[in-house]
């Protein structure tokens, strides 16, 4: 089944204690991004990916770091969460390509993170 | 810079009825439209997409959205609410322009509640 997981889907952690979020995607997609959900602000991108080491800001990096060593893999790391990075995250892939027919690829979302920082 | 806006935090309908999500958007380039659905503690599903061609565009799950190019509108529609349909529904754009494609913006997104 083609499918974007992610690890943990609960954590609760106390400030600077150094997490990891897995994201893994089966569908060979080289696009893939970290989104965080908040009440009343929608989904911001984090970080993106167009392909194995290949990384980028979204909107709001600030606090995060990405590796992308693999295709199939892109975890979300957090060197010292802070209670303000408290939301739902989201993993997603996509298919990518350098012409504009990338633009309009639909983004698969994994199931989510919510992450709880004390 | 490119920008969604989904006017309504929430939108109530009668099982049955039609119902009407609103998106309205800004890019510099060509827009690529995309509405999505969360259900209750799940990740985003995708429910269809603008590229071009006929300004209606079905989707999943008896969904249809229609583009408005004059009025930057790419509202989501669908002729009998179900139950449910109750979920949080997202608009995406994306635009292309300069030879490179932009990121995907979300809109802050719309609590629909059909009740029985």
């Known amino acids: 089944e083609a499918q974007v997981t992610q690890n943990p889907r609960y954590l609760i952690t106390v400030t600077g204690k150094k997490l990891t979020v897995t994201c893994s995607q089966n569908m060979n997609h080289e696009y893939m991004s970290w989104y965080r959900q908040d009440p009343g602000l929608g989904l911001r991108q984090i970080y993106y990916s167009m392909n194995v080491e290949v990384t980028d800001k979204g909107d709001v990096p600030e606090g995060y770091k990405v590796s992308r060593k693999e295709k199939r893999n892109f975890p979300l790391i957090l060197e010292s969460p802070s209670p303000n990075q408290t939301s739902l995250y989201f993993c997603?892939?996509?298919?990518?390509?350098?012409?504009?027919?990338?633009?309009?690829?639909?983004?698969?979302f994994g199931p989510g993170t919510r992450l709880t920082v004390l | 810079a490119q920008s969604v806006a989904q006017p309504e935090d929430q939108v109530n309908v009668a099982e049955g009825n039609p119902l009407t999500v609103k998106c309205t958007y800004s890019v510099s380039g060509n827009p690529y439209l995309f509405w999505y659905v969360q259900y209750p503690n799940r990740g985003l599903q995708f429910l269809l997409k603008?590229?071009?061609?006929?300004?209606l565009v079905k989707g999943s799950y008896g969904f249809e959205a229609e583009f408005n190019k004059s009025q930057t509108s790419f509202h989501l529609k669908k002729p009998s609410a179900l139950v449910s349909d109750s979920a949080l529904y997202f608009c995406?754009?994306?635009?292309?322009?300069?030879?490179?494609?932009?990121?995907?913006?979300f809109g802050k997104g719309t609590k629909l509640s059909v009740k029985p």
């Open positions: 603008y590229i071009t061609g006929d300004n």
């Open positions: 995406a754009v994306r635009d292309w322009y300069g030879g490179s494609q932009g990121n995907l913006i």
């Open positions: 997603a892939s996509s298919l990518y390509s350098r012409g504009a027919e990338s633009s309009y690829n639909e983004q698969f």
